[in-house]
């Protein structure tokens, strides 16, 4: 049983014919752009926004017709995963390196819908280090800044390389162990210069899909729903 697989198919099913899609990035939202292909194959009419070069390309390879955001006035739903998320649908994400454009599109769209398997479910965030993203001018100065915050932040690599996100800027991963109040965090974090944005998304998930290894499906409310 895979359980990305079944959380994410599950997802899919709330696409109507007409919506704007806003597509994740990841290795769950990559089943549900696999099944929203087969539908669209299948002739559902869709237009849709990919919110990484990686989730674009296997867009394309399925035949989904991709629009760019600025094309679209608004969008109806996005599917997306994530690295955590608590009971009050908060979510750390950005383990893929993707949640500038994540979070434009999540926040560009009407709904947003979450998509994990149950691993990724916690109590208190904050385990998952927090993706941060920084503008490579002065990155030192800005990690130490990062650092003030109470964690342990970590320049992102890839292979030898300094890990370069889809917009060109450098990802630092903060360990904070457990994060008490995201909200009061999102905000310092946005008054250092050299931020762009972090992987906290507070009141931006309507509904979570958490797949189980026993084959069921848990779906939790976010509070902007209660
Ligand atoms: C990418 C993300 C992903 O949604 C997150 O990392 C979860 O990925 P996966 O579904 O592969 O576990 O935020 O930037």
Redo the contacts with the bound molecule.
Sequence with gaps: MNV?QLAAEKAVEYVEDGMKIGL??????YWAIRKLGERVQQGLKITAVATSRASEEQARELGIPLVAFGDVDHLDLTI????ELDGRLQLI???????LR?KIVAMGSTRMIVVADESKAVETLGKFPLPVEIVPFAWEWTVAELAKQGCKPELRRSGDELYKTDNGNYIADCRFEAIASARELAMSLHGIPGVVEHGLFIGIADLAIIGKKDGSIEIVEGESNL
């Design positions: 990305k994740g990035t990841g290795s769950t939202a997306d995963g994530a690295d994400k950005g383990g893929g390196g993707a949640l994540e």
